[in-house]
């Protein structure tokens, strides 16, 4: 269950389709990638997450070979690709700047790989002309890349680097600068180009939404450092610190000390009369400071006190937004820590239940909460 | 109160400014030649005829011949003398990038101390008079000057070689002073460059030298063709360093045009001879500015 296990690299067939072996990348004195181990499998759909400037698209120009590891090494398909010039690995990267030729028409951009390989005009044509279609170009084709629109632009480099088929794919933010519904059913041919190909992708992305649908494993960077590895669910339920509880989804984390360990983890806040009580886990002893995190989303929310649920505590409504299928409630406890609570909307009145300043039950069970010692 | 029809603004005068120095710099010399080619010669002062003549009507008559432009053609010197110079420029043009795109590549991509250290390299020949530095190479080029005595120095060679006073050292001069104007345009196109369009094309499966060809070359033809027009429209005309350098079946048509003026003080072949080059001329800049309109079009 605990997602550090896959830190280093637990696989199931032997040898795992790249391996990254302490890599550490200084620009002078500044590290961006700070000594990184990770295996990725064949066929896996691999995210890389985190905030700006944590080190991601470092770590992927350096499996494409534009960037040299300063230390450590990486091996793709078992081989040492520390000498292995760009042109000559089976990667093919999609760069968040795009770098589409500007004196190339789309296609010309798009068949630049396969020439570069002699393939058949032909086949080139077909491919081409399939790629296009993939990512909704079709009548651009004759087009320059000043002459599209920035997502237009970035669909171009998308269908660029998926042309040759490379059996490992790098995608730098590859679906940014798409509306919403674009980027839904990009991502979903993205899924679709996987299961007929089993191309291994890995893909920078700062969208934890977009992570959690399309990949099978993600990985949290935080400064250069991988801070958790896992499975969407696994991450997001089981978040192995802090940062990674705050970065993925929204929470509510709550500072205090382990009061007693039973049944359950009970944990007492400073300054105010409310005890909270998790599931068991390692690694923790009575009187240690602990972070407690709760997803707002497990959270209910009640008028009258429920009697079930362990942990409950009252409050008052401070705030509602609407956000169509949920409404988010800030709710004010006794101390004044603000709690955020969602739940979905289940009928379409007008009439609320709940409403601004009413006194209103939070109560959640023991599952809920995830005990975090860093 | 009446009101100005027409009042001189700021901005009429900032207008304005640049057609009153083309008006009065370019136009206006150009006129006079134009006119002057029209004439005759006479020994007198102006040593030629007039072109208009007032009879009394609204309009001067038109006395003037196209007898110049005739006489152009029928005598071979002149079209030798053009053909010869559009050779060497051709010549000289290609010879300059040759040698100047490396250069210009290899300061682009310098990393950022050398480069203006490099560049500054480049420009430092213009703080010396253009005329010292073509005389300087009379001193390298003669019989028994530096690059032959040291030639014979070191046994290579037994006699002197004849470096100078003929093609050759006017190629070696020309190459040498219009080599800055190849690099330069050439430079600031290079220097623009994307890297990570490199990366990208190393990434999709191409070496170096691809890369080179199929995105670095292509990008840079709007420098290429800057930086020939450079070369190219002021060799054709050139007349010092023939002059200097060349010898005497070194035929460049702005040594016959200096000959024409200050030899045989036939200032209306003379003119002619400045008008034909001048439309000689036009043509290759109108290539080249369709060519820099085009650039900016797909490169806004
Ligand atoms: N060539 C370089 N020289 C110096 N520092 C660099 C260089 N390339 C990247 N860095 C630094 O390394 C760090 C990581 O950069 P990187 O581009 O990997 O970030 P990122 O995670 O992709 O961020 P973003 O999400 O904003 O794209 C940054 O702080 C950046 O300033
Ligand atoms: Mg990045």
Not at chain 2, 236 to 260: A, C, Q, R, S, Y
Request: charged share 20%; aromatic share 10%.
């Amino acid at each position: 269950m605990n997602a550090v296990e896959s830190v280093t690299g637990s696989s199931s067939d032997g040898s795992p389709y790249v391996r990254i072996e302490n890599v550490t990348k200084r620009f002078g004195e500044f590290v961006a990638v700070d000594n990184v181990s990770l295996d990725i499998e064949r066929k896996e759909f691999f995210a890389l997450l985190g905030a700006s400037g944590c080190g991601k698209s470092t770590l992927l120009r350096m499996l494409a070979g534009l960037e040299k590891p300063t230390e450590g090494r990486i091996l793709i398909d078992g081989q040492d690709m520390t000498n292995v010039p760009p042109y000559e690995r089976p990667v093919n990267m999609m760069f968040q700047s795009y770098a589409l030729f500007p004196h190339m028409s789309v296609e010309d951009n798009i068949a630049f790989g396969l020439k570069q390989d002699r393939m058949p005009v032909a086949e080139i044509n077909k491919r081409v002309e399939e790629m296009l279609e993939l990512v909704q170009l079709g009548q651009f084709g004759k087009r320059k890349p000043h002459q599209l629109s920035g997502g237009q632009r970035q669909r171009v480099a998308l269908a660029r680097s998926l042309a040759k088929h490379p059996k490992l794919l790098l995608l730098d933010e590859p679906l940014a600068a798409l509306d919403k519904k674009l980027r839904e059913q990009t991502q979903f041919e993205l899924m679709n180009i996987q299961d007929e190909t089993g191309i291994t992708f890995i893909v920078v992305t700062h969208d934890q939404e977009e992570a959690m649908v399309l990949s099978t494993r993600i990985a949290v960077m935080n400064q250069g450092v991988i801070q958790q590895i896992g499975s969407p669910n696994e991450v997001y339920e089981y978040p192995s610190s802090r940062y990674v509880a705050d970065f993925l989804g929204s929470v509510n984390l709550f500072e205090g000390e382990v009061a007693s360990i039973n049944q359950g983890i009970e944990i007492r806040l400073p300054q105010a009369d409310l005890h909270l009580v998790a599931n068991n886990r390692d690694n923790v002893t009575i009187g240690q400071n602990v972070a407690v995190a709760i997803r707002p989303e497990k959270i209910s929310v009640s008028i009258d006190k429920p009697n079930e649920l362990t942990n409950q505590c009252q409050g008052k409504v401070d705030e509602i937004a609407y956000q169509g299928s949920l409404s988010v409630y800030q709710v004010k406890l006794a101390d004044g820590r603000m709690v955020k609570v969602s739940s979905p909307n289940q009928v379409r009145t007008a009439k609320r239940t709940i409403d601004w300043d009413d006194s209103v039950w939070l109560s959640w069970d023991t599952d809920a909460c995830v005990v975090l010692i860093d | 109160m009446k009101s100005m029809p027409f009042r001189i603004t700021g901005r009429t005068l900032a207008v304005a400014a640049p057609y009153v120095w083309l008006l009065i710099f370019f136009l206006a010399p150009f006129a006079i030649v134009l006119k002057l080619s029209f004439a005759e010669p006479l020994i007198a002062q102006p040593p030629y005829s007039a072109v208009f003549e007032w009879a009394g009507g609204l309009l001067p008559n038109f006395t003037g011949s196209l007898d110049n432009y005739q006489f152009l053609l029928t005598d071979d010197l002149y079209i030798n003398a053009y053909l010869n110079s559009i050779k060497i420029a051709m010549v000289s043009t290609i010879l300059c990038l040759l040698i100047g795109y490396p250069m210009a590549y290899g300061i682009a991509r310098a990393p950022g101390a050398w480069r203006n250290a490099l560049l500054m390299l480049v420009i430092l020949p213009f703080w010396t008079s253009f005329l010292i530095r073509v005389y300087a190479w009379i001193g390298i080029l003669k019989n028994n000057g530096i690059l032959n005595n040291v030639l014979l120095g070191l046994g290579i060679i037994d006699e002197p070689l004849q470096l100078l006073h003929n093609n050759f050292s006017v190629y070696i001069g020309i190459v040498y002073s219009y080599l800055p104007f190849m690099i330069l345009p050439l430079y600031a196109n290079l220097a623009r460059m994307d890297d990570s369009l490199l990366e990208s094309a190393a990434d999709l499966g191409c070496r170096p030298w691809q890369a080179f060809t199929r995105v670095t070359l292509p990008l840079s033809i709007p420098g290429i063709i800057a930086g020939s027009m450079l070369v190219f429209i002021p060799v054709v005309g050139e007349f010092v360093i023939p002059e200097l350098l060349g010898g005497p079946d070194t035929l460049m048509i702005g040594k016959v045009l200096w000959n024409e003026f200050f030899q045989n003080r036939d200032w209306p072949v003379a003119s002619s001879v400045a008008i034909a080059m001048l439309v000689l001329l036009v043509i290759p800049i109108v290539i080249f500015q369709h060519f820099q309109n085009k650039d900016s079009e797909s490169n806004p």
